[in-house]
């Protein structure tokens, strides 16, 4: 037995059976056309898809029979293909930046901080300030909101607040964006 490194696929499609593949009994059946043929015997469907010189290939597996479709199996399989690469390029990614600071950030280290914030919203990015609570912090969260307040003031100029303060945990933030 060969021992190695498993080869995983890295895309989240699903298998298209057609053909032979195809293993239940029975069928419903569609044609090139589109049109309803109905229910019927999977090697009979086969035949009927041979003969017009086309693929049986399996559109909804998980229907009750599985649904059956007559077309080009190659021509399928790339159509899917372009379909999942428009898919791709439709997505928008959002490049968010994060500084993080303390109660204790020093007022010198916060305007270097903001420096930073400006830089990044200027290249059209969001930023995540986030302020860390260490120890018995936490009770002066009020603290934390009125730090991340100021930090936010100093910079209406470039940036709006897309998410005012959060509490998650020990951790306090606010997610800014360029202004348009």
């Known amino acids: 037995m060969r021992r190695g490194r498993k080869k995983y696929s890295t895309k989240?499609?699903?298998?298209?059976?057609?053909?032979?593949?195809?293993?239940?009994p029975k069928?419903?059946?569609i044609d090139e056309d589109g049109e309803k043929l109905g229910e019927m015997?999977?090697?009979k469907a086969l035949s009927l898809a041979q003969?017009?010189?086309y693929d049986l290939v399996e559109i909804s597996p998980s229907a009750k029979p599985p649904i059956c479709k007559l077309l080009d199996y190659g021509k399928y399989k790339?159509?899917?293909?372009?379909?999942e690469r428009q898919?791709?390029?439709?997505?928008?990614?959002?490049?968010?930046?994060?500084?993080?600071?303390?109660?204790?950030?020093?007022?010198?280290?916060?305007?270097v901080k903001r420096e930073k914030a400006r830089k990044?919203?200027?290249?059209?990015?969001?930023?995540?300030?986030t302020l860390r609570f260490r120890g018995r912090e936490i009770v002066h969260s009020e603290l934390g909101k009125e730090i991340?307040?100021?930090?936010?003031?100093?910079?209406?100029?470039?940036?709006?607040?897309?998410?005012?303060?959060?509490?998650?945990?020990?951790?306090?933030f606010i997610i800014i964006k360029p202004k348009k």
């Open 41 to 43: 015997e999977t090697r």
């Open 78 to 83: 790339y159509d899917l293909s372009q379909k």
């Open 27 to 29: 069928v419903f059946l």
């Open 120 to 129: 990044f919203l200027k290249a059209g990015r969001q930023v995540k300030v």
């Open 148 to 172: 991340l307040s100021k930090f936010f003031d100093k910079l209406t100029d470039v940036a709006e607040l897309e998410k005012p303060a959060i509490k998650a945990g020990k951790v306090l």
């Open 87 to 111: 898919k791709r390029k439709q997505q928008q990614e959002i490049d968010i930046k994060e500084i993080r600071m303390s109660l204790k950030t020093g007022e010198h280290d916060l305007e």
């Open 51 to 53: 003969e017009r010189g």
């Open 12 to 24: 989240n499609t699903q298998r298209v059976r057609a053909n032979h593949e195809i293993r239940v």
